[in-house]
């Protein structure tokens, strides 16, 4: 796990992420691997030009963690 980002999540605080969840409140605090499946699920909608570097460690970890080192998205 990535000691340098939380378990939980706030979406609105990472700008593709907070596209993903536009029938949620991206407020609301999620966990590492529900947003890495919204990545991984949606990811034909994320911009990777614009994501940030947090935000790509946000992707990068999981991936490690649950996606076996494979991203889907």
Do not use: C, H, K
Request: glycine content about 10%; cysteine-free; aromatic content about 10%.
């Amino acid at each position: 796990m990535n000691a340098t980002l939380p378990p939980m999540v706030v979406p609105a605080e990472f700008p593709q992420l907070a596209g993903l969840v536009w029938n949620d409140d991206p407020s609301r605090a999620i966990g590492r691997e529900e947003a890495f499946s919204l990545y991984e699920r949606y990811g034909r909608f994320v911009d990777r030009d614009r994501l940030t570097e947090v935000e790509s460690d946000l992707i990068r970890g999981p991936t490690e963690e649950y996606g076996g080192g494979r991203f889907l998205g």
